[in-house]
């Protein structure tokens, strides 16, 4: 045989082996006889998200047809099988009681290459450990009341902002004006810097922000489905410009501070600290990538999240008349009560406003699903022929949950009596979860809390929302983000009381 003949002979049967294994891992779940949808050859069973529909319609749809179907239903993580979980005993068992076979999210990480992927979402193994240990303290309720101060600053500064722009016209794109809001409250808590987006709605930061929020570079899929490969090939998420950006502006607010000996009391400083600690081995606690890494995660989760959740609230208000001058009232009294003066102990007892909050966030929420990975073979108890096997995908359908009618009746509904002490006794709480659960569950939940109800208790005690006719309803959601977030701005009537 000639060479060229030999060539082609070993490209035949290779071509036949890739085909054999594409054709067994296409086919996992069928010839397990576990309900899954005819995967896309590249995007698994996330056919049509970004073009088509927004992946939280992704999830719903999926957990519609299959929440009857079992304990899970198998899915397409992109090429991966994955597990789509639907049954609340399970999702317990992985997030809580058998958490250490399910601590890592799989999510990509590569520090060597992209330092700002080491943030406390990506980490796993024993490095997560390490680093949630480091950070837990940082958000207790001495540190939330030390940072109150500098949010409840910002959002006087966005009651003026309000009023400036009600000045010029009454119909405002509240979703634009709150992020600039929660921009300023980042940068100064997380960056130690003044942004003041607020009154420079062009500042770099914030369009830095824009940047690293919704462009990454090519490869998700690989990253997603074979993150040790994505690593040996070097492959970073952050845009060049945004990772050099970001990384500069944490080397000079540390180096400011140091020489200078100044304190904000803010996260930048926890962090300071951390790094400046040495361990048993006499090295710094943390890194000078880990600290950046931890506060443009601080970033990226704070953002975006808390100033779609204000903007949800205020447009369910907007629609609920009584609901909102119910609140209102709450927060009158509340603040009667401290003679006008809005402290962090004022939070504890608007209740209600609570309540609205817990409710946007399950009608809205952010992360409409949580990402797991199985760190070792699984068979779910009671159902032997559902395991779920090392290393793969598991998909939380949070959102979905939330809006399941057995679990909260009326559930297209804004309802925030769903969240009334009596009712929340009542439900397990497993079937809320917008900031996750277990050891895994969202690490600066009470920040992000803080932030919003000091913006919406203001916010409502200064104004009246209503709807208008530019008011999108019903909601659209943006196709091309993974959060849950509105498709434009979202536009009130927005009046001086």
């Keep these: 045989?000639?060479?060229?003949?030999?060539?082609?002979?070993?490209?035949?049967?290779?071509?036949?082996?890739?085909?054999?294994?594409?054709?067994k891992n296409i086919t996992y779940w069928k010839s397990r006889h576990i309900p899954c949808d005819p995967p896309h050859w590249?995007?698994?069973?996330?056919?049509?998200?970004?073009?088509?529909?927004?992946?939280?319609?992704?999830?719903?749809?999926?957990?519609?047809?299959y929440r009857n179907a079992g304990p899970f239903a198998g899915f397409y993580w992109f090429t991966k099988p994955g597990v789509f979980v639907v049954d609340p005993k399970l999702i317990k068992l992985i997030l809580i009681k058998d958490f250490a076979k399910f601590a890592d999210r799989g999510m990509y990480c590569n520090e060597a290459d992209d330092p700002l992927t080491g943030s406390l979402f990506n980490l796993y193994g024993q490095h997560w450990r390490f680093m949630r240990n480091k950070i837990t303290p940082t958000f207790t309720?001495?540190?939330?009341?030390?940072?109150?101060?500098?949010?409840?600053?910002?959002?006087?500064?966005?009651?003026?902002?309000?009023?400036?722009?009600?000045?010029?016209?009454?119909?405002?794109?509240?979703?634009?004006?709150?992020?600039?809001?929660?921009?300023?409250?980042?940068g100064s808590c997380a960056f130690g810097i003044e942004i003041d987006s607020m009154r420079?709605?062009?500042?770099?930061?914030?369009?830095?922000?824009?940047r690293a929020f919704v462009e990454q570079r090519p490869g998700i899929a690989l990253r997603f489905s074979y993150p040790q490969f994505a690593r040996r090939?070097?492959?970073?998420?952050?845009m060049a410009d945004v990772e050099k950006y970001f990384m500069?502006?944490?080397?000079?607010?540390?180096?400011?501070?140091?020489?200078?000996?100044?304190?904000?009391?803010?996260?930048?400083?926890?962090?300071?600290?951390?790094?400046?600690?040495?361990?048993?081995?006499?090295?710094?606690?943390?890194?000078?990538?880990?600290?950046?890494?931890?506060?443009?995660?601080?970033?990226?989760?704070?953002?975006?999240?808390?100033?779609?959740?204000?903007?949800?609230?205020?447009?369910?208000?907007?629609?609920?008349?009584?609901?909102?001058?119910?609140v209102r009232q709450e927060i009158r009294e509340v603040l009667d009560k401290y003679d006008q003066e809005f402290s962090y102990d004022c939070m504890k007892e608007m209740?209600?406003?609570?309540?609205?909050?817990?409710?946007?966030?399950?009608?809205?929420?952010?992360?409409?699903?949580?990402?797991?990975?199985?760190?070792?073979?699984?068979?779910?108890?009671?159902?032997?022929?559902?395991?779920?096997?090392?290393g793969m995908p598991i998909l939380i359908p949070s959102a979905a949950i939330h809006r399941d009618e057995r679990y909260y009746p009326q559930p297209e509904k804004f309802n925030p009596d769903n969240f009334s002490p009596q009712k929340i006794t009542q439900r397990d709480p497993i079937l809320y979860l917008p900031f996750g659960e277990g050891p895994h569950n969202c690490v600066g939940m009470r920040f992000g809390k803080m932030q919003v109800?000091?913006?919406?208790?203001?916010?409502?005690?200064?104004?009246?929302?209503?709807?208008?006719?530019?008011?999108?309803?019903p909601m659209e959601y943006d196709k091309q983000s993974f959060l849950t977030s509105p498709t434009g701005g979202i536009y009130l009537r927005v009046d001086i009381i």
């Design 42 to 65: 590249l995007v698994g069973n996330l056919r049509g998200v970004v073009i088509q529909r927004p992946f939280s319609h992704v999830w719903q749809e999926y957990y519609l047809k």
């Design 248 to 326: 500069r502006i944490v080397r000079d607010t540390m180096q400011c501070r140091e020489e200078s000996s100044t304190r904000r009391n803010d996260f930048m400083d926890l962090l300071i600290d951390l790094k400046n600690n040495k361990g048993e081995d006499g090295l710094p606690t943390l890194s000078f990538g880990q600290v950046a890494a931890q506060a443009f995660s601080f970033l990226l989760a704070g953002f975006e999240t808390s100033s779609t959740l204000m903007g949800f609230a205020l447009y369910e208000l907007a629609q609920h008349v009584q609901e909102q001058e119910k």
């Design 233 to 238: 090939l070097h492959l970073k998420p952050t």
């Design 1 to 23: 045989m000639s060479v060229s003949g030999i060539l082609i002979s070993v490209a035949v049967v290779l071509l036949l082996y890739a085909w054999r294994l594409f054709y």
């Design 200 to 210: 420079k709605p062009d500042a770099e930061f914030r369009k830095m922000c824009r």
């Design 453 to 473: 109800i000091i913006g919406l208790a203001l916010l409502l005690h200064n104004f009246r929302f209503s709807i208008c006719d530019r008011t999108m309803i």
């Design 351 to 390: 209740v209600y406003l609570q309540q609205i909050i817990q409710e946007t966030m399950r009608l809205h929420t952010s992360l409409s699903v949580l990402n797991r990975m199985a760190l070792e073979d699984y068979v779910v108890p009671d159902h032997p022929d559902y395991i779920i096997r090392k």
């Design 141 to 186: 309720s001495s540190k939330m009341k030390a940072m109150f101060s500098l949010v409840r600053r910002e959002a006087q500064e966005l009651v003026k902002l309000f009023q400036e722009n009600i000045a010029m016209d009454p119909i405002l794109d509240i979703k634009d004006l709150i992020s600039r809001f929660t921009i300023d409250v980042i």
